[in-house]
């Protein structure tokens, strides 16, 4: 008999159709944690979707995941979840070989002395998702500065051939 045919129907039914569930894990006090091939799910305190490509570091211990989503731009703080997992499982490994799969380039350049950015691109589906994480003490709103990382930007991607 498959793993598959032996995962209980309340985390099936946290699989949208279309995705393949790879691993689960419950969560104290209720619920469960699922991981597709396309996004980590996670109830905190409903059922919320995070893409791969938008998960900026995940931190397993004994006590669960912290997972925190990365910026959706310049301005805004990343965010942060945790939930306690009753039992692990594979849920770890899986979300760990799915957050690192899905980085193609991750690259510090400088901007202005010391300080700098960090640019990052991602799979997603088909292409590429470029993000850029800015240092404290830089303002991503400065023209002179954004026009630097854009220049950073676009050397990266040439050499890169994208």
């Known amino acids: 008999m498959s793993i598959l045919r032996r ?9 949208p159709k ?28 409903h059922m919320m979707r995070f893409s791969w490509d938008l998960i900026a570091k995940a931190t397993f211990t004994e006590e669960g995941v912290l997972v925190v989503e990365g ?11 945790r939930v306690l997992l009753e039992e692990s499982r594979a849920l770890p490994t899986v979300v760990y070989e799915r957050i690192t799969s899905s980085v193609v380039v ?38 002179e500065v954004r026009a630097r990382a854009d220049v950073a930007l676009a050397g990266l991607r040439s050499t890169l051939g994208v």
């Open 7 to 15: 995962v209980p129907p309340d985390v099936r039914a946290h699989v």
């Open 18 to 45: 279309g995705e393949r569930l790879l691993a689960w894990a419950r969560v104290h006090p209720g619920g469960v944690a699922v991981a597709t091939d396309t996004a980590l799910y996670l109830p905190v305190p």
């Open 71 to 81: 910026r959706q731009d310049a301005r805004s703080p990343d965010r942060a979840w």
């Open 106 to 143: 991750s690259e510090r350049v400088l901007l202005e002395g010391d300080l700098g950015a960090r640019i990052v691109a991602r799979r997603v589906g088909d292409g590429l998702r470029w993000t850029m994480t800015f240092d404290a003490g830089l303002d991503p709103g400065d023209p």
